[in-house]
């Protein structure tokens, strides 16, 4: 087996297997829609569209109006993806060795991603349900000529009911939610790739197949808004998700069990945000998010910061700081028309500030 096709095979990985993986970028907190992430992530206290069923099912209590949405695709990409490829098509053109190593070397260390989802939805005041579905990849190149490869589905269906209290000023939820997962999680060897490419009949090849996790779970979610007055809206925010921890039960494929994902732990998060502009249909908001400060890592990366610059629901500028890298999103809404554009990054390393994987997403929805 020539080294250049092992590593064809390394790198195809991103594409042709993105639909058995699972993702760990969102183990300590899951986020699906673009307009929080474009608010760096601190949308605990905020709460006021249909993300609430994934934030806070306390702010379902405070819609105004209905609001549904049935086809709203977007897709995200980190920035280092297309030069992967570039350098896959410019370095593997001889079939040399070193070309192949030359490919590995170049790209050592970066991270590279791509994913695509949807998030329907149909929210009322009081009540709603959707469901959350991302299919994406993610490697990671070392210089023993191995790759971290993380990649796959994430699926998770809230139904929430809110009701306000003490004259609209507290708002209690609580949402019951299916999950799935189903993918591969691992550092994949040359050897590991190898195997995978070995069409004979020994017993100690491998599949890619071998390494996949799959299982379903049910969970909750709890959660209340506090807003003492009206004027600014200082608002705080608390919300436990997947109360006592999701477990996964093992999902038999083909007939053939696989193992378990890890469980997904309970997240305790907190939030402030604050409208210091509020005139007609314009207004500034503020907010501040501490996530999962029941789990032991880097406070660094729980801390988030946002701000929004709207003018009612038709044109939306977000910035803030998420895992200590700046976020920035746009949304235009009109009639039919919707689309949603951000930029964030995801941290590699252990603290904020250590490894960065800029990425780019954009939401369009289709319908409703």
């Known amino acids: 087996m020539r080294w250049q096709t092992l590593t064809g095979t390394a790198v195809s990985f991103l594409a042709i297997h993105a639909q058995t993986g699972m993702s760990k970028d969102h183990e300590n907190w899951t986020h699906f829609g673009l307009r929080p992430l474009g608010m760096g992530n601190a949308y605990v206290a905020v709460a006021d569209d249909y993300n609430a069923l994934f934030y806070n099912p306390a702010g379902l209590a405070r819609i105004k109006e209905w609001d549904g949405e049935l086809l709203n695709p977007w897709t995200d990409m980190s920035t280092n993806l297309g030069t992967l490829m570039k350098d896959a098509q410019d370095k593997l053109k001889s079939g040399e060795v070193s070309d192949s190593l030359d490919l590995i070397e170049a790209n050592t260390g970066k991270s590279y991603h791509v994913g695509l ?47 306000n209290f003490l004259d609209d000023k507290l708002s209690v939820g609580a949402t019951v939610k299916f999950r799935a997962r189903a993918g591969v999680d691992r550092q994949f060897t040359m050897e590991d790739i190898e195997s995978f490419q070995t069409k004979g009949s020994d017993t100690n090849d491998k599949k890619i197949d071998d390494y996949v996790l799959s299982g379903l779970g049910q969970g909750a979610d709890v959660g209340l808004l506090f807003t003492p007055t009206k004027t600014m809206e200082p608002t705080i925010g608390i919300s436990v998700t997947d109360v006592g921890a999701t477990s996964y039960k093992t999902k038999d494929i083909g007939g053939e069990a696989l193992g378990n994902p890890p469980p997904q732990l309970a997240s305790v998060n907190v939030g402030f945000s604050l409208k210091p502009v509020q005139k007609d249909k314009l207004y500034v908001l503020t907010s501040m998010d501490m996530h999962s400060i029941n789990q032991p890592y880097s406070f660094s990366k729980k801390l988030n910061l946002g701000t929004e610059l709207g003018y009612g629901s038709i044109i939306k500028l977000q910035a803030g700081l998420y895992q200590g890298y700046l976020t920035a999103g746009f949304q235009f809404d009109v009639g039919l028309i919707n689309l949603r554009a951000i930029t964030y990054a995801e941290e590699l390393g252990a603290q904020a500030g250590f490894k960065e994987d800029r990425r780019y997403a954009l939401q369009i929805k289709l319908l409703l």
């Open 117 to 163: 989802g949807l998030t329907p939805h149909l929210i009322f005041k009081n009540f709603g349900f959707g469901f959350g579905v991302e299919v994406g990849a993610s490697m990671v190149f070392h210089k023993n000529i191995a790759a971290d490869f993380d990649a796959g589905l994430r699926f998770v269906a809230p139904f929430t009911y809110a009701m």
